[in-house]
């Protein structure tokens, strides 16, 4: 898949899941740095996307109102944030973070590791 754009949304297949670990077909939104996209890494980092989340990880969690071919309330899910290869991608972009969103998600995922 060419053209990724950071804060793109694609939908990928995250199985198989082990633990407690997100898995199914569903939306993730690249997070990788442009100058990685452009290399043409076959590994991406990525944050997946729920119609679902808990109260508990609100600190953690984006609310992403529907746009695109995201058709429903979704939430970038920060805890779950990792690397992926490139060939578990399925399709081309369905929707786009606007910058305020990408800033929200990096910066909770700083927060996360502890930065």
Known sequence: MEGLI?????????DPAKGAEIGKLRPVAVLSAP????????LLFVCPLSSRSEPRYASLHVTLPPRGDLKVESFALV?????????RLCGPLIAQLDGPELEMVLHRLLRLVGL
Not at 6 to 14: D, H, T
Not at 79 to 87: F, L, M, V
Request: proline share 4%.
């Open 6 to 14: 950071r804060g793109g949304i694609y939908l990928a297949r995250l």
């Open 35 to 42: 100058e990685i996209l452009d290399v043409d890494s076959p």
């Open 79 to 87: 805890e779950h944030c990792r690397a992926i290869s490139r060939s």
